[in-house]
């Protein structure tokens, strides 16, 4: 069964540095998500992509943040200066259709940001 | 605003006893709800959503309009039930999902 691919597992970076989350949807999938979990609190929305553009944000999602998918297989999530409170497991996901009635999302494995 | 609330943290059940897991949600129109189990080390998936109206793995939901709530129920637990249950709701938002904070069910011999 096809499933959404996260990497790293685990990044640790200091403050203000880039990084560079990187996700692998399902191939057919055409909708595509970025979510975080800071350590014990709930799973928060940051933002959704489609045909190449930012369907929605969060207040979250702000300037530091960027999303793009560089090729037909990668979907990023780029940290451009990177803050303690951005310590948080990060989970991509994908979905066949979306819109208003969000079809199922698929969710990676997460990817673990420690920020020094 | 939407929000999602799910009032137990923690929910310890001995195995064969029933399991109903509480989520209440706050929004103006139509929602489709979902709940989504997270097994030790693995990813979330989804369990089931509510205009599927389907039994997975014998859990069940039904949506209360009346009530604001969308509980998870299973008549007999079994060891493998022990996960976090994430309660979810997509409104408007184009693909977005709200989640509540999570239940962990333990689920003891």
């Known amino acids: 069964e096809p499933e959404v691919t996260q990497t790293p597992s685990h990044q640790v970076t200091q403050m203000g540095q880039e990084v560079i989350l990187r996700c692998v949807p399902i191939s057919n999938h055409l909708y595509f998500y970025w979510y975080r979990q800071i350590l014990g609190q709930k799973v928060e929305f940051l933002v959704s992509?489609?045909?190449?553009?930012?369907?929605?944000k969060s207040e979250i999602f702000d300037d530091q943040f960027s999303v793009e998918r560089p090729d037909g297989s990668n979907f990023t999530l780029k940290i451009r200066s990177t803050k303690l409170e951005d310590s948080a497991m990060y989970f991509c996901a994908s979905s066949a259709a979306g819109g208003p009635r969000t079809d199922t999302q698929y969710f990676g494995p997460g990817t673990r940001l420690t920020v020094l | 605003a939407q929000r999602v609330t799910q009032p137990e943290k923690l929910l310890s059940v001995f195995k064969g006893a029933p399991v109903e897991l509480k989520c209440n949600y706050s929004?103006?129109?139509?929602?489709?709800l979902f709940w989504y189990v997270q097994y030790s080390r693995q990813r979330l998936q989804l369990l089931l959503r509510?205009?599927s109206r389907e039994s997975i793995k014998g859990f069940t939901a039904d949506l209360n309009k009346g009530e604001t709530s969308f509980h998870l129920k299973k008549p007999f637990a079994q060891e493998e039930d022990s996960a976090m249950y994430y309660c979810a709701l997509s409104g408007y938002s184009w693909g977005k999902l709200q989640f509540g904070a999570g239940t962990q069910v333990v689920v003891t011999p």
């Open positions: 929004y103006s129109g139509s929602p489709e």
């Open positions: 992509f489609y045909n190449n553009e930012i369907s929605e």
């Open positions: 509510h205009i």
